[in-house]
């Protein structure tokens, strides 16, 4: 029997008129890819806004490793364990590939900006920072300004970022957009492997990644999950070819 990590039930949503999000209920499972699909606009990364904690839902509950964090921060919450990226880039460009994870791991443990040590000498940033950059294969990048990666490397220092943190579940909010078929396979390959120590709640438009990495999957269309399954059944969904696949 797999564990359940992650569970969100009957989560709402409303921005003034627009309902984003209308009673979606999940869960996410230990060892597993469960992928997130739906049409632009259909309340993806609002979800994960809410699941994170930088959106209050107007209704509904979230659990981590069993424990409601509902109405946690989003500070409290990554400190329980919950990693994410985000859709849009947050690394600082001309700061090494380590100094960024290092300023990742430091901002989650609590400290304040002014009193920060000199990151490059504290081992408690360093060693977690080092063991996530292994696990991405970037640690031959460590030193390099994150200004001269390319688009795929800076993805994989986003998904280090929420590694060094030692998260129980990660979320990740399309991370193969802009990629190329290279990045799109080497990431594909890296979260593959990933999976089998933190479960990852997967937001993802190129379908090919999602067929191939999700053991289970949710379409999300109009801010209500239409379907859900593995790969083969929501593949062959009707409903889903019509609403999403455009068929
Ligand atoms: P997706 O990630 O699936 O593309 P979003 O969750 O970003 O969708 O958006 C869902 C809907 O909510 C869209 O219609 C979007 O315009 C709207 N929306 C998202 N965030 C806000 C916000 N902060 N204020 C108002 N409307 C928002
Ligand atoms: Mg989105």
Known sequence: MSETVLSLND????????????????????????????????????????IAGS??????????????????????????????SFQVSSLAEPLS??????IGVQALQGHSFRFWKPVYRDES???????????????????TPVSELSHGERRQVEVACALALKPRALLLDEPMAGLGPEGTARLTELLEALKLEVPILLIEHDMEAVFRLADRISVLVAGSIIA???????????????????D
Do not use: C, W
């Open 11 to 50: 989560l709402h949503k409303r921005f003034g008129a627009l309902q984003a999000t209308r009673g979606v209920s999940l869960d996410l499972q230990e060892g597993e890819i469960h992928a997130l699909i739906g049409p632009n606009g259909a309340g993806k990364s609002t979800l994960i806004g809410q």
């Open 55 to 84: 959106l209050a839902p107007d209704q509904g509950s979230v659990h981590l490793a069993g424990r409601e964090i509902t109405r946690l921060s989003v500070a409290q919450r990554a400190r329980l364990g919950l990693g994410r």
């Open 97 to 102: 590939v380590m100094r960024n994870v290092m």
């Open 125 to 143: 940033l360093l060693a977690p920072a080092r063991e996530a950059l292994e696990r991405m294969q970037l640690l031959h990048r460590a030193d």
């Open 228 to 246: 859900h399954g593995d790969s083969v059944t929501i593949r062959q969904d009707p409903q889903v070819r019509e609403a999403y696949l455009g």
